[in-house]
């Protein structure tokens, strides 16, 4: 049964990476005959979750709908939107929640502000935590135990040249993110791009983290360090008083 629902969930996510595909190319993509692709295709289709166009297929918005449903039923979200909405438009930038699940970093909002650049950045996109500034803040925030526990998960291969590929260099840059209390992404999730990430912590709960990502031109660490995380901290005391009462 798990190989059956990971396999119908590989067909989908290759599908949203190709945009559009047909069954052929599918079954090129992810090594498996064609009969059988196709057979997972006809049941997803069933259900809603893909959309047959003409032998072309596209993910459906019933997936949409899932997410959609789901996150508004996340406390954190309610509480995050709007100060979220107002961090971008004060620095110009993007401005993120992430939350953990299952070992991975979830963003579960984005609000764009008039500086912003054309980025791929999207709500519902999952990274390595360590890969990120908000995800960096939410390790340095797990008992030691956890935060090893979750980068022996992966595979510590470059998302760019400048992601930390080593766990020793990874624990060090924790250990500075917990004296300093935010952490910063040195183009490591985008080239030409920095961000500025500070854990939500609400008692000994880890709820999640905001961050600010912008060029790396106007957000330099001086920046960040001057002005840009402070900015980040009062977003996050707001939240985290919200999240108390």
Do not use: W
């Amino acid at each position: 049964m798990t190989k059956t629902i990971e396999t119908a969930f590989n067909i989908v996510e290759t599908i949203l990476e190709l945009e559009k595909a047909g069954v052929a190319e599918l079954a090129d993509e992810l090594n498996k005959p064609t009969s059988t692709v196709h057979d997972y295709l006809q049941g997803l289709e069933e259900i809603g979750c893909v959309v047959n166009d003409n032998g072309t297929y596209r993910v459906g918005s019933r997936f949409l709908s899932i997410g959609t449903r789901m996150r508004s039923q996340l406390e954190i979200y309610e509480m995050a939107k709007p100060e979220l909405q107002n961090l971008a438009a004060k620095t110009g930038e993007h401005a993120s929640l992430m939350i953990e699940e299952n070992n991975y970093g979830v963003v579960l909002y984005t609000a764009t502000g008039e500086r912003a650049v054309q980025v791929d950045i999207h709500d519902g996109d999952i990274s390595r935590l360590h890969t990120t500034a908000p995800g960096k803040a939410i390790l340095a925030n797990f008992s030691s135990e956890r935060a090893e526990a979750i980068i022996d998960h992966y595979e510590l291969t470059p998302r760019t040249p400048h992601t930390i590929t080593e766990k020793s260099e990874i624990f060090e840059e924790l250990d500075d993110i917990r004296e300093q209390g935010y952490a910063i992404d040195r183009e490591e999730l985008f080239e030409g791009m920095q961000g500025v990430g500070r854990p939500i912590v609400v008692g000994d709960n880890v709820i999640g983290a905001i961050s600010v990502y912008g060029p790396t031109g106007r957000m330099d660490e001086s920046k960040i360090t001057e002005k840009v995380s402070d900015m980040v901290l009062e977003t996050v005391n707001v939240i985290e008083v919200s999240l108390k009462y």
